[in-house]
């Protein structure tokens, strides 16, 4: 019988790559991943289509209840699926990722979200990554790493990014809404940044997304969870 295949709990703050780094950390370890910010991105796109005021937490929780959300791997790449329909695209527009905050810090969304997150991960062998899955969704988790930057560097990459998807964007305003978002991020009522209780702290400052994940691969490899039989 093989060992259970360990979870890596990734955090950090905003742009600093979590997302990229933890979907082809997972894929070269023959993991599952799980973003867990496309969920709470989920429940805004829903809410806003459903018509309801976002700070309306009572509404925007019971719709939370009841949809559903799953992530399916199609064309080398991973798909955000809700309520049957895909929604990679459309919950990373401007007007959803302004929303997420209120939804993101309704404490029944969390704790839905939080359940989902830990029913998907339960058996282990999955990567998953937000803020707070090392400190709250999976404080057990065998492997917990704090992925981190430099401010300005994460607000370059993200100014970047933008440009070469073809969207217009502003250096000084990117990093100003960078700094907002840390700030929040960090005095949250539910869900925190902070730095989990074991983690192990790496700073992507200056280290490209393949050397940063092959130092986490490295990590994960060598970390006494990690066994021959689960490879």
Partial sequence: MSARKPIIAIDGPVGVGKSSVAA???ERLGLVYIDTGAMYRCVTLMAQRAGLSLDDAEAVAELAQRIGIHFERRDG????ICEGEDVSEAIRAPEVSRGT?????????????????????????VVMEGRDIGTVVFPNAE????LDADPKIRAERRHRQLIANGKPSDFEKTYN??????RRDAVRP????????????????HLSESEVIEQL???ATNHPSWTPSVC
């Fill in 143 to 146: 492997i917990k790493i704090y």
């Fill in 177 to 182: 809404d960078l700094m907002e978002r840390d």
């Fill in 190 to 205: 539910v869900g925190a940044l902070r730095v989990a209780d074991g983690a192990i702290v790496v700073d992507s400052s």
């Fill in 77 to 80: 790449g991973l798909r955000v």
């Fill in 101 to 125: 905050s209120p939804v993101a810090d309704n404490p029944a969304v969390r704790e839905r979200m939080v359940a989902l997150q830990q029913e998907m991960g339960r058996a282990g062998g």
């Fill in 217 to 219: 691969y490295h990590l």
């Fill in 24 to 26: 082809s950390l997972a």
